[in-house]
């Protein structure tokens, strides 16, 4: 437990301060040799580093009809059920996202519109391996569906349970249906973001690639992203992370289900208890240790919970100063009103309010997105939204009367900033629009 009061400036930064990574150069070189090796050999680079990584020898990276249906056959009604239901709810809150084309008139005879239109092409990476998440498929699947992207790729690694063997995990398969996903493709890594980016003789190349995924996908995601021949990425993204605040009348169970709900996720993960109650910040550590015996992935888990923190504050403001500072991917308001803290809570991607309302809602099935800004990049950046499947453009149409307006006033501005050719291109209208209206007096005075 860290007293917060007890913590000069540097020591706070230090607690709040994210696991670094240490191979950063090293990662970097991995990632960029397979890139090129994709840019170079295409589908018999993406089938050799799936023999490499993930032990299956594919005939080729596209998933048949007959494996499609092979896969779906084996969900069980609930879970399809459960798909349903979560699809059902992020389709109806993506929904509500759509806006309005503008059109406005700024001066007499000046109209400006602004356009939305979709994306063209997208590429969706859903991580595999240990934990393969259809939840993904979801928040990915249904903005692009609703924003009406044109072309939507989805690349994902082989299934290497023994009755599916190179195939595709039922679950995603189904919530890409759902989805009205068709493009399939069995590939993951880094090797799969640059296949999406440059594109090979069965993939071709997506504008814009989202999804979440291990360092190496992390890595890729970021070097295409930064080359002009590449593709644009949703967000950069780390480790996953949670910050939970509580008083005293928090659940201690709860919380440490919470905390652990991350952790369970790598390594990595960080998860933060920020609390001004000692009793709770004691019972949660209590909890913490029983309900690991619980969980199958308790390792894993317990290596986040090393380079994670308790945090114990004065009062509830110094633990919302706590929370803003850090800028959480989830952030968790277990207290008494937690409402009453919403006002203040500035810095965070997404925010859980009550004890009823864990990370995993919002991860799942309550219709949020949970595809957010990590690494403390909530300060400036959005969760996933129907907006990032879009693209939004400017159109403006002046007439003659509106560049009689607006006219003058721009030669002003272009002869201000030393820019001629601006204020000819001006000049010349208004000097066609003064001699029409010459000729048009003189032939009204005939």
Same mark, same amino acid.
């Given at each position: 437990?860290?007293?917060?009061?007890?913590?000069?400036?540097?020591?706070?930064?230090?607690?709040?301060?994210?696991?670094?990574?240490?191979?950063?150069?090293?990662?970097?070189?991995?990632?960029?040799?397979?890139?090129?090796?994709?840019?170079?050999?295409?589908?018999?680079?993406?089938?050799?580093?799936?023999?490499?990584?993930?032990?299956?020898?594919?005939?080729?990276?596209?998933?048949?009809?007959?494996?499609?249906?092979?896969?779906?056959?084996?969900?069980?009604?609930?879970?399809?059920?459960?798909?349903?239901?979560?699809?059902?709810?992020?389709?109806?809150?993506?929904?509500?996202?759509?806006?309005?084309?503008?059109?406005?008139?700024?001066?007499?005879?000046?109209?400006?519109?602004?356009?939305?239109?979709?994306?063209?092409?997208?590429?969706?990476?859903?991580?595999?391996?240990?934990?393969?998440?259809?939840?993904?498929?979801?928040?990915?699947?249904?903005?692009?569906?609703?924003?009406?992207?044109?072309?939507?790729?989805?690349?994902?690694?082989?299934?290497?349970?023994?009755?599916?063997?190179?195939?595709?995990?039922?679950?995603?398969?189904?919530?890409?249906?759902?989805?009205?996903?068709?493009?399939?493709?069995?590939?993951?890594?880094?090797?799969?973001?640059?296949?999406?980016?440059?594109?090979?003789?069965?993939?071709?190349?997506?504008?814009?690639?989202?999804?979440?995924?291990?360092?190496?996908?992390?890595?890729?995601?970021?070097?295409?992203?930064?080359?002009?021949?590449?593709?644009?990425?949703?967000?950069?993204?780390?480790?996953?992370?949670?910050?939970?605040?509580?008083?005293?009348?928090?659940?201690?169970?709860?919380?440490?289900?919470?905390?652990?709900?991350?952790?369970?996720?790598?390594?990595?993960?960080?998860?933060?208890?920020?609390?001004?109650?000692?009793?709770?910040?004691?019972?949660?550590?209590?909890?913490?240790?029983?309900?690991?015996?619980?969980?199958?992935?308790?390792?894993?888990?317990?290596?986040?919970?090393?380079?994670?923190?308790?945090?114990?504050?004065?009062?509830?403001?110094?633990?919302? %100063?706590?929370?803003?500072?850090? *800028?959480?991917?989830?952030?968790?308001? !277990?207290? +008494?009103?937690?409402? /009453?803290? &919403?006002? =203040?809570?500035?810095?965070?991607?997404?925010?859980?309010?009550?004890?009823?309302?864990?990370?995993?809602?919002?991860?799942?099935?309550?219709?949020?997105?949970?595809?957010?800004?990590?690494?403390?990049?909530?300060?400036?950046?959005?969760?996933?939204?129907?907006?990032?499947?879009?693209?939004?453009?400017?159109?403006?149409?002046?007439?003659?009367?509106?560049?009689?307006?607006?006219?003058?006033?721009?030669?002003?501005?272009?002869?201000?900033?030393? %820019?001629?050719?601006?204020?000819? *291109?001006?000049?010349?209208?208004?000097? !066609?629009? +003064?001699?029409?209206? /010459?000729? &048009?007096? =003189?032939?009204?005075?005939?």
């Amino acid at each position: 437990m860290i007293v917060w009061q007890q913590l000069n400036e540097l020591e706070k930064q230090q607690v709040l301060a994210r696991p670094a990574m240490s191979n950063k150069q090293d990662l970097s070189q991995a990632v960029s040799t397979l890139i090129e090796q994709v840019k170079t050999n295409g589908d018999d680079a993406l089938l050799s580093l799936t023999e490499k990584f993930d032990g299956i020898k594919l005939d080729q990276v596209a998933l048949s009809q007959t494996q499609f249906e092979t896969s779906i056959s084996l969900l069980t009604d609930d879970t399809k059920q459960a798909i349903e239901l979560a699809y059902s709810n992020i389709l109806k809150f993506h929904q509500a996202q759509v806006s309005k084309d503008i059109e406005v008139e700024t001066s007499s005879g000046v109209l400006c519109q602004l356009i939305t239109k979709p994306i063209t092409s997208v590429g969706l990476y859903i991580p595999g391996g240990s934990a393969p998440l259809p939840s993904t498929v979801l928040m990915l699947g249904v903005p692009a569906q609703i924003a009406g992207c044109k072309r939507v790729v989805l690349c994902t690694p082989p299934d290497t349970s023994e009755n599916n063997f190179g195939g595709i995990t039922a679950e995603i398969l189904y919530a890409a249906k759902l989805c009205g996903i068709t493009e399939i493709y069995r590939v993951g890594g880094a090797q799969a973001i640059a296949a999406l980016a440059y594109g090979t003789e069965s993939i071709s190349a997506v504008d814009k690639i989202f999804g979440p995924g291990n360092s190496f996908v992390t890595e890729a995601k970021q070097q295409v992203n930064q080359d002009p021949y590449g593709a644009v990425i949703d967000m950069p993204a780390g480790p996953s992370e949670v910050l939970v605040i509580a008083d005293e009348f928090a659940n201690p169970s709860f919380i440490a289900a919470d905390l652990l709900s991350q952790a369970e996720h790598g390594p990595d993960s960080q998860v933060i208890l920020v609390c001004d109650n000692q009793d709770v910040i004691e019972q949660v550590q209590v909890q913490l240790e029983q309900q690991l015996t619980l969980l199958p992935r308790a390792d894993i888990a317990r290596k986040a919970l090393a380079h994670s923190q308790l945090i114990l504050t004065d009062n509830l403001a110094e633990s919302v %100063l706590v929370s803003n500072l850090y *800028a959480p991917e989830h952030l968790i308001v !277990q207290t +008494e009103q937690p409402r /009453a803290l &919403l006002p =203040e809570l500035d810095n965070a991607a997404s925010i859980f309010l009550g004890a009823y309302t864990p990370e995993s809602a919002g991860d799942y099935a309550s219709g949020t997105n949970h595809v957010l800004p990590t690494y403390g990049y909530s300060k400036v950046l959005s969760s996933l939204n129907l907006a990032d499947f879009s693209r939004k453009f400017t159109v403006q149409e002046v007439s003659k009367q509106g560049m009689l307006n607006i006219g003058p006033a721009i030669m002003t501005l272009a002869s201000a900033e030393g %820019l001629d050719a601006h204020k000819l *291109a001006v000049k010349v209208r208004l000097d !066609q629009l +003064e001699t029409e209206q /010459a000729s &048009l007096k =003189e032939n009204n005075n005939d």
